[in-house]
């Protein structure tokens, strides 16, 4: 097992900043991809952006292209989302998720069924 632990989050102005940290603890030597989500009031969660442990390869999403990167640091065992040019409807609890599944396609890591472990997320609001 895995337990994760976001961090990071806050209220920040339109067009700011902010990055999100997702800490892993418990079987860490294992491989995972390691996705974030993002839930919005009435909303269905969706995946933001996701990253394998091991190879660093992503997963990338459309509503956030060329604004969020995720990253990850194999020694702190923490996995990063960058979070640039914020806009209102980013506004969300973000959730970070692992699925030991490693060949998955892209719309398996998309679907928040397919991830094993959770965080209990972080409140990012972005105001106007």
């Known amino acids: 097992q895995v337990q994760l632990v976001e961090s990071g989050g806050g209220l920040v102005q339109a067009g700011g900043s902010l990055r999100l940290s997702c800490a892993a603890s418990?079987?860490?030597?294992?491989?995972?991809?390691v996705g974030w989500f993002r839930q919005a009031p009435g909303k269905q969660r969706e995946l933001v952006l996701a990253?394998?442990?091991?190879?660093?390869?992503?997963y990338d999403t459309d509503s956030v292209k060329g604004r969020f990167t995720i990253s990850r640091d194999n020694a702190e065992n923490t996995v990063y989302l960058e979070m640039n040019s914020l806009k209102p409807e980013d506004t969300a609890v973000y959730y970070c998720?692992?699925?030991?599944?490693?060949?998955?396609?892209?719309?398996?890591?998309?679907?928040?069924?397919?991830?094993?472990?959770w965080g209990q997320g972080t409140q990012v609001t972005v105001s106007s």
């Open positions: 998720a692992a699925t030991p599944i490693l060949f998955g396609s892209d719309q398996f890591y998309r679907n928040p069924s397919s991830y094993d472990y």
């Open positions: 990253i394998q442990w091991n190879s660093g390869r992503t």
């Open positions: 418990g079987r860490t030597s294992a491989n995972y991809v």
